[in-house]
């Protein structure tokens, strides 16, 4: 029975294995039922799902998400946590898999085999330090995920979800909405975890395009362009896409390329779309 999410259950947890938190690993761990309850049905889950979840913790959310799907796997950094799940928490479970790893270095493709299937869905309150290399790394290696259902510091969901022009428009924005349907499931408060982050939290669903919105031959290069227009977001992109060492690209080229697609040469990156940015890379690549 998931009855873990309640902060009595966590501390008496905590305490029984002497746990000490630790900050380097972004160790938040969630003790409300209601934002519980919002992720496990934001993610959609079915008995025929395998979830990927990032970062189980002592296992509060695993317990949910075991009760919601066929099989979990659980990849966890601190191998403190290990004999929590194993011997503890997850005991009853027999469709949890925990796995004490890195999850930037693990290979999912692989992990998933490994457990008789090739697609999951992700579910996790992520650690906050590494949310962006998380999310681009699933993204951009094209990692066999149906969707992807996290808990992010409030102000990554609104980079995720912002518009050209918008102060937290950047290379987040684009590769998110390029790869993904994102929509904002729930705004989470501080008190909602042990220890309390600095920050506030947001559930963000990310629904993987079957196609992407726009066509573009060479995706890499795309984001290369992307990369260097928010490296130097407060220079011309012209200016931007010149200086980048990633790139090769002379201003005449680039300004070429700009007049030939009607746009300004002292346009700033952040002024551009997913479309525009299409455009740029076909152009110049
Ligand atoms: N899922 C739990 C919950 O909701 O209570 C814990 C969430 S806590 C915000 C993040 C978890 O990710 C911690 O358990 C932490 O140890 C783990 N973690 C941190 N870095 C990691 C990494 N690189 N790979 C896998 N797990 C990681």
């Known amino acids: 029975m998931a009855n873990l999410v309640k902060p009595e259950e966590t501390i008496k947890i905590l305490k029984k294995y002497n746990f000490n938190f630790q900050k380097k690993f972004g160790q938040n761990f969630l003790i409300d039922s209601h934002v519980l309850d919002k992720i496990?049905?934001?993610?959609?889950?079915?008995?025929?799902?395998?979830?990927?979840?990032?970062?189980?913790?002592?296992?509060?959310?695993?317990q949910a998400l075991c009760?919601?799907?066929?099989?979990?796997?659980?990849?966890?950094?601190?191998?403190?946590l290990i004999p929590i799940l194993e011997?503890?928490?997850?005991?009853?479970?027999?469709?949890?898999?925990?796995?004490?790893n890195d999850i930037l270095a693990t290979d999912i493709p692989a992990l998933l085999k490994e457990n008789g299937?090739?697609?999951?869905?992700?579910?996790?309150?992520?650690?906050?330090?590494?949310?962006?290399?998380?999310?681009?790394?699933?993204?951009?290696?094209?990692?066999?995920?149906?969707?992807?259902?996290?808990?992010?510091?409030?102000?990554?969901?609104v980079r995720m979800q912002a518009a050209p022009g918008n102060k937290d428009y950047g290379a987040l924005s684009l590769a998110v909405q390029y790869y993904c349907e994102p929509y904002l499931a729930a705004n989470v408060p501080q008190n909602c975890f042990?220890?309390?982050?600095?920050?506030?939290?947001?559930?963000?669903?990310?629904?993987?395009?079957?196609?992407?919105?726009?066509?573009?031959?060479?995706?890499?290069?795309?984001?290369k362009l992307i990369r260097a227009a928010f490296n130097q977001r407060r220079k011309t992109l012209v200016n931007a896409l010149r200086n980048s060492p990633e790139l090769s690209l002379t201003r005449e080229q680039i300004e070429e390329a700009l007049t030939k697609l009607n746009?300004?040469?002292?346009?700033?990156?952040?002024?551009?779309?997913?479309?525009?940015?299409?455009r740029l890379s076909e152009v110049l690549k």
Do not use: C, W
């Open 40 to 62: 496990i049905s934001a993610a959609e889950i079915t008995k025929e799902d395998t979830v990927l979840e990032i970062g189980p913790g002592i296992g509060t959310m695993t």
């Open 67 to 80: 009760e919601a799907a066929k099989q979990v796997i659980a990849v966890e950094i601190d191998k403190n």
């Open 87 to 100: 011997n503890d928490t997850l005991k009853d479970y027999d469709n949890a898999v925990v796995v004490n």
């Open 117 to 157: 299937t090739d697609s999951a869905k992700v579910v996790a309150n992520l650690p906050y330090y590494i949310t962006t290399p998380i999310i681009m790394g699933l993204l951009e290696k094209h990692a066999p995920v149906k969707s992807i259902t996290v808990m992010v510091q409030k102000e990554v969901a």
């Open 194 to 223: 042990i220890p309390r982050p600095n920050v506030g939290s947001a559930v963000i669903v990310l629904k993987l395009h079957d196609t992407p919105p726009v066509k573009v031959s060479d995706e890499k290069f795309m984001f």
């Open 263 to 278: 746009m300004d040469i002292n346009i700033r990156g952040e002024m551009l779309g997913l479309e525009e940015f299409a």
